[in-house]
């Protein structure tokens, strides 16, 4: 079983910038994709970025340019710089493993002025 723990949300001005950070543990040998996914409320879950463990990336086209995916395998800890935030971008961020295999509790990015 993997645990992620998710940090970093929080209100930002739209232009404004935030880090989100997901910690994971357990079976983590298990894990060969972490990634982001968001959520509004009355929307499904999508995905925003994910990042596989040799490296591989893939972006939303809502997040290309503007957002950039990293891990560390060795602490196991997934990064998301977020940049040049707009009120579309906000939402319950969540950290997965394996493409929705496991989730993390989420954090809130609230965008707005």
């Known amino acids: 079983q993997v645990q992620l723990v998710e940090s970093g949300g929080g209100l930002v001005q739209p232009g404004g910038s935030l880090r989100l950070f997901c910690q994971a543990s357990?079976?983590?040998?298990?894990?060969?994709?972490l990634g982001w996914y968001r959520q509004v409320p009355g929307k499904q879950r999508e995905l925003v970025a994910v990042i596989t463990s040799g490296g591989t990336t893939t972006y939303a086209d809502s997040a290309k340019g503007r957002f950039t995916i990293s891990r560390d395998n060795v602490k196991m800890t997934l990064t998301l710089p977020m940049n040049r935030l707009k009120h579309a971008d906000t939402a319950v961020y969540y950290c997965?493993?394996?493409?929705?295999?496991?989730w993390g509790q989420g954090t809130q990015v609230t965008v707005s002025s």
């Open positions: 357990g079976s983590i040998n298990s894990i060969y994709a």
């Open positions: 997965t493993a394996n493409y929705g295999g496991q």
